[in-house]
């Protein structure tokens, strides 16, 4: 069974996941929060699996610092960060501190079932629409886009695929059905460019993709 904690402030969002998630029957919601404190005591508690967080709660960088204060736990679950179509800069402070995923708060409940399950498996998830945004807010013109197309020429052209398709934001198993490879290659592969490019996870290797040009 996987665990997983909501953290966000507002009812109606919570009661929503909540009742997507209970519907699969390998995934419990264990506890709620409605600020960032009370998600680090609730991931404390009940340490899930998966921590689901509101990257803007009660204060505009209570998600962040809920983020920071989890991932310092002795087993931090993995945590992705839930977000609208407003990027701000608290999205690349979450990215540089080890959040898992982004995640639309009005996502269908059959993307948020498998991104829960990714999660639990320690894979990482992003939204294609967030990802786009979130290069549109924090890329510099032609200077981030250089030393990103240039960081993708080191990589060979099954490589440059892999990337691409983490970028499109798609998961090992689905990476593999579209290049005909098995999921244990694709792991490999995803683990040779994470390594290549100094990626701590797959959201900034995606991110690396649209800056690249790979995805449109």
């Known amino acids: 069974m996987i665990k997983v904690m909501l953290a966000d402030d507002e009812e109606l969002v919570r009661s929503g996941l909540r009742a997507m998630l209970s519907a699969a029957p390998d995934i419990e919601v264990v506890g709620e929060a409605v600020d960032g404190r009370s998600a680090v005591d609730a991931a404390r508690r009940f340490h899930p ?9 009660r204060a505009p960088d209570d998600g962040i610092r809920a983020l920071r204060a989890i991932q310092t736990l002795p087993e931090p679950p993995s945590v992705a960060m839930l977000t609208t179509f407003d990027i701000d800069e608290y999205v690349s402070l979450a990215l540089r501190f080890g959040a898992n995923g982004f995640l639309l708060k009005d996502i269908e409940p059959a993307v948020l079932v498998r991104a829960v399950r990714d999660l639990a498996r320690g894979g990482a998830v992003l939204d294609p629409s967030v990802a786009v945004r979130m290069v549109h807010a924090h890329r510099d013109g032609q200077r981030a886009a250089a030393p990103a197309r240039k960081m993708l020429a080191s990589l060979s052209e099954r490589e440059r695929e892999v990337v691409g398709l983490i970028g499109q934001g ?36 995606a991110l690396l993709a649209y800056r690249g040009g790979l995805v449109d």
């Open 49 to 57: 699996d998966v921590a689901l967080l509101d990257i803007r709660m």
């Open 170 to 205: 798609l998961s090992n198993a689905e990476i593999g059905g579209a290049l005909h490879l098995s999921e244990a290659t694709v792991k490999g592969y995803v683990s040779a460019v994470l390594s290549k490019i100094g990626a701590a996870n797959r959201v900034q290797a």
